[in-house]
């Protein structure tokens, strides 16, 4: 009795079960038809891929580009859902809403897809991320508050939370099924339909659950409970935690600021990575908390009311080392990512100074995914602009004769840069025709245009930090310029304590160590004679083509050679030398 209870009650029975589970989706592809659209598509052409029945679109597309499409129709997905949002909650007409979709997803279509000569200047990371952060932000454009932008900000990530944990149920629990089945009862299950089960709950199945559970409601803010677990929330994650770290991380960061402005110093390399993360971390802290400063405690209340004070001098240390970059290689895509989120931040910072904007999180989330967005296509892009500064870099390298080492390296670098982007044709001279045909990877041309202006292509790059080793192999004649002492399998170590012993032809001992980048040699008892090896000569040995196949030292008026058959040097923190193999020449009358 009570079982036939459970399957009639209108509200528990099965019956109503799936009559809810229709009507969400019903709801999910009326409040989002373009949306489902494209994930249906998305989906369909990953199945048919996963069949490997490519004739079906063979006659629109290349075989070859179909990752390329489900990659598009995803984004194209990605795009539409925002602008169904906005359009919703300004209450347009439907018709409206689905031209908005439509329109926005075939415009990331167009940016993403391969096919399009702009196309080769997207930033695919940055556009998507920009896109996905557009979803809760978009709701907001010109209306509603920071509160309720915080709590639906926070139902969407709930309801993709329901649509993860919808993947792992139904795609899991459907493979189990499948793998009893084959395992229990030996049915034939083939590998490719985990694939169908998959492909098609996480393109389309798994995503159309999460648009069903998106909040409708654009105006409500937090109530009594919200604030009530916000409340405990701020306590642990704010106060104790987030608030702190992020002021000690603020101390460190004048603090070396202070150091660059009395040492005249040049910022680290990395410095621009963090102030990327302390700024990163100081808008999310403000995004959460800043909507319940009712309920937060006095570190809270600090933070949110003098953030702005705490960003100055790192994004003046971002701009300085930026600046010093810039100068020295040019613009890159992180580069130029970096520099405009210092323009992004210090806008929010000035904007705290108009009483309207201040403390407005929509204005905090919206400006960055904005500026993401537009940095990641276009010739305004990040890849284009970086295109333009390598582009006027490589010319003015190639330009000067000759063409020293370290030049070419940065030049050959620059290429490389370039034939990913395929942007060769920027700096390909006049007399060398590019065949838009030839290979994808561009790796004929890239040697066509290397060669071209004298360059050896098959210099390795080697990065400025990294470790210098060298390896003399190859067979030459080198002049012995009046040594007539010869000491072969020399093997001098700076790690070592104890010093590399050879003997004179008439028995003399002959002692030799490494320190400090200086060759001392002892001939019996007499004082060691300490050779200095600059660092100019350890770094010529940076590139092994270009390498000297000699050292000449002197010292004391004395002089000697050294014929190195392997070397290694650190450049960082410092370079020298701790390592040296080779032939060892001498004069006899310098060592009476």
Same mark, same amino acid.
């Not at 189990?176 to 009862?185: D, E, G, M, V």
């Not at 590019?434 to 245009?449: F, K, M, T």
């Given at each position: 009795m009570a079982s036939h209870s459970s399957d009639t009650h209108p509200a528990t029975g099965w019956k109503a079960a799936l009559r809810e589970t229709l009507s969400a989706a019903r709801d999910a592809i009326q409040r989002f038809p373009v949306t489902t659209l494209f994930l249906f598509l998305c989906a369909f052409v990953a199945n048919l891929e996963i069949l490997d029945n490519r004739s079906l679109l063979g006659w629109i597309i290349s075989p070859a580009r179909q990752d390329d499409l489900i990659l598009s129709l995803a984004v194209a997905a990605l795009a539409s859902f925002p602008a169904t949002l906005f359009a919703q909650a300004h209450r347009f007409q439907s018709g409206v809403g689905i031209l908005l979709g439509l329109v926005a997803g075939l415009l990331a279509f167009a940016i993403i897809w391969p096919g399009f000569a702009f196309a080769s200047g997207t930033t695919e990371w940055a556009f998507v991320l920009a896109l996905a952060g557009f979803v809760p932000v978009a709701p907001f454009i010109g209306r509603g508050s920071s509160a309720s932008f915080w709590?639906?900000?926070?139902?969407?990530?709930?309801?993709?939370?329901?649509?993860? %944990?919808?993947?792992?149920? /139904?795609?899991?629990?459907?493979?189990?099924?499948?793998? !009893? %089945?084959? +395992?229990?009862?030996?049915?034939? $299950?083939?590998?490719?339909?985990?694939? +169908? $089960?998959?492909?098609?709950?996480?393109? /389309?199945?798994?995503?159309?659950?999460?648009?069903?559970?998106?909040? &409708?409601? /654009? =105006?409500?803010?937090?109530?009594?409970? =919200?604030?009530?677990?916000?409340?405990?929330?701020?306590?642990a994650l704010g106060d104790f935690a987030a608030v702190p770290i992020l002021i000690v991380y603020a101390i460190i960061l004048h603090l070396y600021a202070a150091k660059i402005v009395i040492t005249w110093s040049l910022p680290d390399g990395q410095v621009g990575w963090l102030v990327l993360t302390y700024g990163f971390c100081i808008f999310a802290v403000l995004i959460l908390t800043r909507p319940f400063m009712d309920t937060a405690r006095a570190p809270t209340r600090f933070f949110v009311r003098f953030w702005p004070l705490l960003m100055p001098v790192p994004l003046v240390l971002l701009f300085y080392a930026l600046a010093v970059r810039l100068n020295a290689y040019g613009v890159t895509v992180d580069r130029f990512l970096?520099?405009?989120? *210092? $323009?992004?931040?210090?806008?929010?910072?000035?904007? &705290?100074?108009?009483?309207?904007?201040?403390?407005?999180?929509? %204005?905090?989330?919206?400006?960055?995914?904005?500026?993401?967005?537009?940095? !990641?296509?276009?010739? &305004? *892009?990040?890849? !284009?602009?970086?295109? @333009?500064?390598?582009?006027?870099? /490589?010319?003015?390298?190639?330009?000067? #004769?000759?063409?020293?080492? =370290?030049?070419?390296? @940065?030049?050959?670098?620059?290429?490389?840069?370039?034939? *990913? #982007?395929?942007?060769?044709?920027?700096?390909?001279?006049?007399?060398? =025709?590019?065949?838009?045909?030839?290979? %994808?990877? *561009?790796?004929?041309?890239?040697?066509?245009?290397a060669e071209a202006w004298g360059l050896d292509p098959d210099m390795k790059y080697v990065r400025p930090e990294a470790p210098i080793t060298f390896f003399g192999t190859e067979a030459a004649a080198r002049p012995i310029e009046g040594f007539d002492l010869l000491f072969v399998g020399v093997r001098p170590r700076s790690a070592s304590e104890q010093p590399f012993s050879m003997k004179f032809p008439e028995g003399r001992e002959v002692r030799i160590s490494l320190s400090n980048n200086e060759l001392s040699i002892a001939v019996g008892k007499a004082q060691a004679v300490r050779f200095k090896v600059s660092e100019e000569t350890i770094l010529s040995f940076r590139v092994q083509k270009t390498a000297p196949t000699t050292i000449s030292l002197e010292a004391e008026g004395r002089r000697v050679m050294i014929v190195p058959s392997y070397l290694f040097a650190e450049v960082k923190p410092a370079v020298e030398l701790q390592a040296i193999d080779g032939i060892l020449l001498l004069r006899s009358a310098d060592w009476p």
């Open positions: 709590l639906f900000g926070a139902r969407l990530v709930f309801a993709g939370m329901l649509g993860l %944990l919808a993947l792992g149920l /139904f795609g899991g629990g459907i493979s189990a099924i499948l793998a !009893s %089945l084959s +395992h229990l009862f030996g049915l034939p $299950v083939s590998h490719d339909l985990y694939q +169908h $089960v998959w492909a098609s709950i996480g393109l /389309f199945i798994a995503p159309l659950f999460a648009m069903g559970q998106t909040p &409708q409601d /654009f =105006e409500t803010a937090p109530g009594d409970m =919200e604030a009530g677990l916000m409340k405990r929330g701020m306590r970096l520099g405009l989120f *210092g $323009v992004i931040s210090a806008v929010l910072v000035l904007a &705290q100074l108009l009483p309207r904007l201040r403390g407005d999180t929509r %204005l905090v989330a919206a400006l960055p995914v904005a500026a993401l967005l537009l940095a !990641s296509f276009g010739p &305004q *892009g990040a890849i !284009s602009r970086s295109i @333009d500064s390598q582009t006027e870099r /490589f010319l003015a390298i190639v330009d000067q #004769k000759p063409v020293s080492p =370290e030049a070419e390296r @940065d030049a050959l670098s620059i290429l490389r840069f370039l034939n *990913g #982007k395929g942007a060769l044709d920027r700096v390909a001279p006049d007399t060398l =025709e590019i065949d838009p045909d030839g290979d %994808l990877n *561009g790796g004929d041309r890239y040697r066509d245009v």
